[in-house]
């Protein structure tokens, strides 16, 4: 008996082929947003680059100025900037289509931890923009200025500041995510907050060595970005308490406790009890 005609063969192919349609429409949906910003913010870009540039320009002794080496840095630095900001005001939008697309695939428990996770860390990293700009920009440049040597003028190129502040930027957003990090290892299982308390003398040495790898080679910006990092990591511990049941904290301890002697000699009467044999039964009967 020949098959059905009409049976419609399954491809296997098409779920991961569908997948790949929808990961490039997100992808150009991203890309079309931060061209929009970028079009937007671009009339604007020389004045956001003075802007950005206010911290060192009001370090700078009277008279002295930045200065552009190269023939296109006029042009080539507020529109890296601007670049770089249409990317940054959209990170929200980029996220959520990363989470639209990954969503389908995850568990009710992972939705519902993905979605604060997100926003908290974008609001952070937003945070510790903030902080570089307003915090340690005006301290870092001032130590600068203040240490040249007698007859040298100070004049910056504006295309090696800009690589200089972006990278005080991401440093200090990447910093700010520490209670992101230690909030996730904890709902995941990795550790606890009784052992992320344990581990504290540790991570205040570490604050500092990753202080001095990401900042410049200055004692200054090396403790504004430490001493954020532990304070945050003290947070961190504290917000992951919410998210562990209060028994994880002393699991451990009632877990692997000694017995007393009164529950010693309890332990040993209940197996006494239960290995001592019954006496056989009167009521037997006798085989004939």
Do not use: C
């Not at 992972?110 to 903030?130: D, H, I, Q, T």
């Amino acid at each position: 008996m020949s098959p059905p005609r009409n049976v419609k063969k399954t491809d296997p192919e098409r779920p991961f082929l569908s997948h790949l349609v929808e990961l490039r429409d997100r992808l150009l949906r991203v890309l079309l947003v931060v061209g929009i910003v970028l079009v937007a913010l671009l009339p604007f870009a020389n004045t956001l680059y003075t802007l950005l540039a206010t911290p060192l320009l009001d370090s700078l002794p009277e008279g002295h100025t930045m200065v552009a080496i190269d023939v296109a840095s006029p042009f080539l630095a507020p529109f890296k900037l601007t670049l770089l900001l249409a990317l940054t005001i959209t990170v929200p939008y980029t996220l959520y289509q990363a989470w639209a697309f990954a969503a389908p695939g995850l568990y009710g428990h992972e939705k519902r931890l993905a979605g604060p996770v997100l926003l908290s860390s974008v609001v952070l990293f937003y945070l510790g923009m903030v902080f570089a700009y307003f915090v340690v920009f005006p301290l870092v440049f001032g130590f600068f200025v203040s240490t040249a040597p007698e007859g040298v003028a100070v004049m910056t190129d504006i295309n090696r500041f800009l690589d200089f502040v972006v990278k005080l930027f991401l440093a200090f957003g990447v910093a700010f995510e520490v209670p992101i990090i230690t909030v996730a290892m904890v709902s995941m299982g990795v550790t606890t907050p009784k052992r992320l308390r344990e581990v504290r003398p540790y991570v205040i040495v570490g604050a500092f060595v990753i202080g001095m790898l990401l900042t410049p080679p200055d004692v200054i910006s090396q403790t504004l970005l430490a001493i954020p990092v532990w304070l945050l990591y003290e947070i961190g511990i504290l917000f992951s308490k919410m998210v562990t049941p209060k028994q994880d904290e002393t699991s451990e301890e009632t877990r692997f406790r000694p017995m007393s002697e009164e529950e010693m000699d309890a332990e040993l009467d209940a197996t006494e009890s239960t290995e001592t044999p019954k006496p056989a039964s009167s009521d037997t009967k006798t085989n004939e």
